[in-house]
């Protein structure tokens, strides 16, 4: 049981490059969601899905793009990669009742 | 929105002491959680607790959501616990969104 695994664990991009987080999770959780959090702050919450077909803005959600085809996976773009989105990402997962939240183990992304 | 404030930010011990990080909230919630965050970056779950009390090993928390906070207890510390704290809130019923506080950072000293 892997729980929740995120890919690639570390990502380095030029300004201007594309590419695609990727979260997967095998617990049949109905919720995802991506946060970022940057030196010495908490999470913040990007984007989250609250079933396949279905995703909404968080917190700061200008400059990545989520898609939720599948109950498994919830993949976060980024089509124009800047400095600013230089961070640590994590992928969460939750069951569709308020239980606790779990976390993958976060993509560290520089863009240069 | 609803504001999370963690105290204290920094925190140093000496292996075996015992300490208590404080986590307050504004506004009513329906969910809290503790995590701690590892030197490498890992989040742990520690408790899921909206409210009371709940007990794992040397780590308890309490949570008392009439008075908008909780605390978490780390007795006999050791090496292994330094790392950041984080509780995280959800405001409503259903909404998933998480609001993290800023962290409390504990350094255990051997």
């Known amino acids: 049981n892997a729980g929740v695994t995120q890919t690639p664990k570390f990502q380095v991009l030029k300004t201007g490059q594309s590419m695609t987080l990727q979260c997967a999770q095998d617990?049949?959780?109905?919720?995802m969601s991506w946060y970022r959090q940057d030196p010495g702050m908490g999470l913040r919450l990007i984007h989250y899905?609250?079933?396949?077909?279905?995703?909404d803005q968080g917190e700061v959600p200008n400059g990545y793009n989520v898609s939720r085809s599948t109950t498994e996976d919830f993949p976060l773009r980024l089509l124009s990669a800047a400095p600013s989105q230089t961070s640590v990402y994590f992928c969460?997962?939750?069951?569709?009742?308020?239980?606790?939240?779990?976390f993958g183990q976060g993509t560290r992304l520089t863009v240069v | 929105g609803i504001q999370v404030e963690q105290s204290p930010p920094d925190l140093i011990l000496q292996e075996g002491a015992n300490s208590t990080l404080r986590c307050n909230f504004s506004?009513?919630?329906?969910?809290l959680q503790w995590f701690h965050q590892n030197p490498w970056g890992q989040l742990i779950n520690l408790f899921y607790?909206?409210?009371g009390t709940k007990q794992n090993g040397r780590l308890s928390a309490t949570t008392v959501a009439t008075e908008r906070y909780s605390l978490l207890y780390i007795s006999s510390s050791q090496t292994t616990d330094s790392g950041v704290y984080f509780c995280?809130?959800?405001?409503?019923?259903?909404?998933?969104?998480?609001?993290f506080g800023t962290g409390t950072r504990l350094k255990v000293l051997a």
């Open positions: 969460a997962t939750r069951d569709n009742l308020i239980t606790e939240a779990f």
């Open positions: 617990m049949n959780h109905e919720y």
């Open positions: 899905s609250v079933g396949a077909g279905i995703t």
């Open positions: 506004d009513s919630v329906n969910n």
């Open positions: 607790i909206p409210s």
């Open positions: 995280a809130v959800e405001r409503g019923s259903g909404t998933y969104k998480y609001i």
